[in-house]
């Protein structure tokens, strides 16, 4: 019988020794799942007695007689409870390993939903005994507490598993690409290895590669790709294959439509939720500035006047949210004979067709603040990628001709400031890498908003109303 397909010759064997320089890198990650289920246990526990500590912080202000409910020490109800929650909130998990805040996040929302049961079950019982002290300085304890296990399980984390939470392998079979920080990359292809379907050995070896691994990215070339599927099919690990540029057009996922698949190219920035929130920050803050401010719009409004004739707003044609265009208000700052409606000149320093007044007003953003008006209306938000004029160039070239990413910018609103704009990135864009580092900043915002990313661009922008390049 010819064995020749079923086992690896000799060549082979010391093809997969050559493999073996990622061994180093193979037991760096070799325990990598099991330090994530010890530090999920610890983290469990830590935050188990965090709520403990609190309770017996509370027990040195109040006796245990006033620290129960329906019969019995509200410790060994809330332990349970407590428990229950955390697992559904998910907050022992590979985010919360990697980052503190969504660890500290999940784990006092837990707690809190534990301090409203056991305060339901007070009034339930009838338990008026109960001490409102003791509650309060219990769970406010055990918050304290989990905050500051929290910050020594991050330092723990950082210590047995530096930056690589999530053990990741870059397999490269005649596919070029290049590793993130802190991957494993293996060439298989320099050592003639692939999932050949009809060669158990070299499967089995491959296997054994990938084992350690939590996730598994192949770079390889079109013929190998069904094969590595289905390979990679068969693993208790996260495989995925890398597609050439374009081929898929920036695919985010596989759907269906009839009896067809379906390339899915985007599913929008925000869920519903996060709508909501960004839009009630939008209306809060605009409402709040335009009373606040309505004394200096007043003052602005009379020196524009005064100073120059024509209409005190200055309305032109901007890219906004889903490249749609709207109608941007802004305080007049330039003659109005000499106003550009479509932005195809940037300001100058020196710009003769600035005001007196527009001079001033441009400097400090005053000229902006109309815009609270378009947050109103929907058509901007307080946070975003800035809108542009039509017209707008970089150098010599118009903005989404500079920049081929210039379009996956506007999947929010724009809005009156943003990270570029704290970034320091403002006024005129005379290079192509002015525009660049813009549309980075922009696309940087869309994939990490947050509510709080906007409350501290909102903070951050205070400090760059007035700046040099503000004319």
């Excluded at 534990?114 to 339901?120: D, K, L, R």
């Excluded at 406010?140 to 910050?151: C, E, H, R, V």
């Amino acid at each position: 019988m010819d064995n020749s397909r079923t086992d690896l010759p000799n060549e082979a064997h010391a093809r997969l020794r050559i493999v073996d320089p990622a061994a180093n890198v193979r037991r760096i990650f070799s325990s990598a799942r099991d330090k994530r289920t010890f530090l999920y246990c610890l983290s469990l526990l830590l935050d188990m007695l965090s709520l403990v500590a609190g309770y017996l912080v509370a027990l040195e202000l109040r006796d245990e007689q006033w620290l129960v409910t329906g019969g019995q020490s509200i410790i060994y109800i809330a332990l349970p409870i407590f428990v229950m929650f955390e697992i559904a909130r998910e907050a022992q998990d590979v985010e919360t390993l990697s980052n503190r805040l969504t660890g500290i996040q999940r784990a006092l929302s837990a707690l809190g939903a534990t301090a409203i049961v056991i305060i339901g079950m007070g009034f339930l019982f009838k338990s008026e005994e109960i001490s409102r002290l003791g509650l309060a300085v219990t769970f406010g304890a055990a918050a304290i507490f989990i905050i500051l296990s929290k910050t020594f399980l991050d330092f723990l984390v950082k210590k047995t598993m530096g930056d690589a939470v999530v053990a990741t392998i870059l397999i490269l079979d005649g596919l070029p690409a290049r590793a993130e920080p802190h991957a494993a990359v293996v060439d298989v292809a320099a050592d003639g290895l692939w999932p050949d379907l009809d060669r158990p050995d070299m499967i089995d070896a491959l296997s054994h590669l990938i084992a350690p691994f939590d996730r598994v990215i192949v770079a390889c070339k079109f013929d190998h790709r069904p094969a590595w599927s289905t390979f990679l099919k068969g693993h208790d690990v996260g495989g995925e294959i890398l597609l050439d540029r374009d081929l898929l057009h920036g695919a985010v996922a596989i759907g269906q439509y009839d009896d067809h698949d379906t390339i899915i190219l985007s599913r929008g920035p925000l869920n519903l939720m996060n709508r909501i929130q960004k839009r009630s920050l939008d209306l809060v803050v605009s409402v709040f500035a335009l009373i606040i401010l309505s004394p200096l719009f007043l003052v602005v409004a009379l020196a524009i006047r005064l100073d120059s004739p024509g209409p005190i707003l200055f309305r032109q044609l901007r890219v906004g949210q889903g490249n749609r265009q709207f109608r941007i208000f802004k305080f007049r700052s330039m003659h109005a004979e000499s106003s550009d409606a479509a932005g195809s000149q940037s300001t100058g320093r020196a710009d003769l067709r600035i005001t007196r007044v527009g001079r001033v007003i441009r400097r400090t953003s005053i000229d902006e603040l109309p815009q609270l008006l378009n947050v109103i209306r929907g058509d901007m938000s307080m946070v975003g990628p800035r809108p542009h004029a039509l017209g707008s160039t970089a150098g010599d070239e118009l903005f989404w001709h500079a920049s081929r990413q210039y379009w996956l910018r506007h999947a929010l609103k724009p809005g009156i400031t943003g990270l570029a704009q704290i970034r320091g990135y403002r006024g005129a864009t005379e290079r192509v890498e002015d525009l660049a580092r813009r549309v980075r900043c922009d696309l940087e915002y869309l994939s990490d908003w947050s509510l709080w990313t906007d409350i501290l661009i909102l903070l951050k922008t205070v400090r760059v109303v007035i700046h040099k390049n503000a004319y």
